[in-house]
C-alpha cells in the first residue's frame, strides 16, 4: 500500500515538473526573442534552464543521499517556487538577464525533480522497478496538457504578456512542495551510506552503463534540441500560438503516454529492443520534419519524437539500475543526470543558434549523428550480451 502511494505521489509531482518545464520552453524562446538586444539569444533562457540543473545534478543526488529524498524534493520545489517568482518579475520590468537567472534557479528544481524516477525505483519491489519507472513518468501526461493549456489561458490574463503565466507555474511549485512532504521513502541506512562503494571510473566504463547513458543523453538532448527551436520555426511560419502550444501539448502526452505500457514492453521484448525502437523513432522524426513546414508536419514531428523520447529514457534508466550498488547510486545517479543535462545544456544553446540561421532543415540533420550513435552502441551491447550467453 505504502508503495502505491508513493508511485501515485512522484506521478503527481512528476506532473507538476512537467507543467513547469513545457511552459518554460513554450514562453521562455518567445519571451526572449522579444526582451534579447540579440536575437541569436532567444533561447537563452532555456538553455540557462538547463545549466541550471547540470550545475546542480551531482549536488541534488549526494544531497538526497545524506538526508532523503523527501527532503531532497522540497528543496527542489522550493527552487522552483522562487525560480518562477523571478522569471515574473524580469517579465514586469522586462529584463533579460534576470529572466535568465530565474530560469537558472528553477533548472535546481529539474534536477531534483529528474530523480523521481529514481526514487520510484528505490521504493519498488525488484521484479517491478521497470513498471514503477513508468508509471511514475506517466505522470507527465497530466503536465503535457496542463502546461500548454494554462500558458494560453493565462498569457493575456494581465497588462504584461505571461505575467500571469509565471504566477500560475508558482502556485504549481507550492503543490509539488505539499505532495513532497507526504512521501515516505526509507533513507539509505547510516552503514550504507558511509561505504564508498567503487570508483566511478569502474562504474562507468562498464558497457551496460555506457549505452544507458548514452540512450538518455540522446533521448533528452535530440528532443531538447528540436521541441526548444519548435516554438521559433511555427513563429516564423506565421504560425500562432495557439498551434505553438497545441503542438507542444502532444508531443509531452507522447512523450508519457506511452510510459503505461513501455515497462511491459521492455520485460516482454528486452530492453536493447525498445531502445533500439527508439532510435528508429527519432530518425522518423526527423524525417517528417524535413518533408513540410505545415501544422500536420510539427505535429506528427514532434509526435514521433515524444515517444522516441519514453523509449529512450526509460530503456536507458532501467539499464542504468542495473549497473550500481546502493552506496553508490548518488555518484552513478548524479554522473548520469550530469552528462544529460549538459547534453541538454549544448542543445538548447545551439538550437536558436541554428534554427534562426541555418534554418529548420539543418536543425533536424544535425540531430542525426547522435541518434545513429546511439542506435550502434545499442547494437554493440546486444550483440555482447549474446556473445555472453552463448559463450
Known amino acids: 500500500m505504502i508503495v502505491k502511494r508513493n508511485i501515485g505521489l512522484l506521478a503527481a509531482c512528476q506532473a507538476l515538473l512537467l507543467t513547469n518545464s513545457i511552459s518554460l520552453v513554450a514562453m521562455n524562446g518567445l519571451i526572449g526573442l522579444t526582451l534579447a538586444a540579440d536575437k541569436r539569444l532567444a533561447t537563452l533562457p532555456v538553455t540557462t534552464y538547463v545549466i541550471g540543473a547540470a550545475l546542480s545534478s551531482l549536488p541534488a543526488s549526494f544531497f538526497m543521499k545524506h538526508h532523503g529524498r523527501r527532503a531532497g524534493f522540497m528543496l527542489g520545489s522550493t527552487f522552483g517556487l522562487i525560480g518562477t517568482l523571478v522569471c515574473a518579475l524580469a517579465v514586469s520590468i522586462g529584463s533579460f538577464w534576470l ?123 535530440v528532443m531538447n534540441l528540436l521541441m526548444t527551436a519548435t516554438p521559433l520555426a511555427m513563429d516564423v511560419c506565421n504560425l500562432p500560438f495557439s498551434d505553438t502550444a497545441f503542438v507542444l501539448e502532444w508531443h509531452v502526452i507522447a512523450m508519457f503516454v506511452p510510459s503505461f505500457f513501455t515497462g511491459g514492453l521492455i520485460k516482454r521484448w528486452g530492453v536493447i529492443n525498445i531502445t533500439l525502437a527508439g532510435s528508429v523513432l527519432m530518425c522518423a522524426c526527423v524525417g517528417v520534419a524535413l518533408s513540410g513546414v505545415s501544422l500536420p508536419h510539427f505535429w506528427w514531428a514532434l509526435l514521433l519524437l515524444g515517444i522516441g523520447w519514453n523509449f529512450l529514457y526509460i530503456g536507458g534508466t532501467t539499464l542504468l539500475i542495473e549497473t550500481y550498488r546502493p552506496e553508490e547510486k548518488a555518484k552513478a545517479q548524479g554522473t548520469n543526470e550530469f552528462i544529460v543535462f549538459t547534453m541538454q545544456v549544448l542543445s538548447s544553446l545551439s538550437s536558436g543558434v541554428i534554427v534562426t540561421h541555418q534554418g529548420w532543415n539543418i536543425l533536424n540533420l544535425a540531430a542525426l549523428p547522435l541518434v545513429l550513435l546511439t542506435t550502434l552502441a545499442t547494437l554493440w551491447l546486444g550483440w555482447r550480451w549474446r556473445n555472453q550467453l552463448t559463450s
Open 99 to 221: 529572466l535568465c537567472l530565474g530560469t537558472l534557479i528553477a533548472g535546481v528544481y529539474n534536477a531534483f525533480g529528474q530523480q523521481y524516477r529514481f526514487a520510484a525505483a528505490d521504493a519498488a519491489p525488484p521484479d517491478w522497478k521497470s513498471k514503477a519507472i513508468s508509471l511514475t513518468l506517466a505522470g507527465g501526461i497530466l503536465g503535457g496538457v496542463l502546461g500548454p493549456e494554462s500558458g494560453k489561458l493565462t498569457r493575456d490574463l494581465l497588462s504584461t504578456p505571461f505575467l500571469a503565466s509565471y504566477g500560475m507555474l508558482a502556485l504549481f511549485a507550492v503543490i509539488s512542495l505539499f505532495l513532497s512532504s507526504r512521501l515516505d521513502i526509507p533513507a539509505l541506512p547510516a552503514a550504507v551510506q558511509k561505504m564508498p562503494g567503487r570508483p566511478l571510473r569502474e562504474i562507468a566504463t562498464q558497457p551496460a552503463f555506457i549505452v544507458a547513458v548514452l540512450a538518455a543523453a540522446c533521448g533528452f538532448g
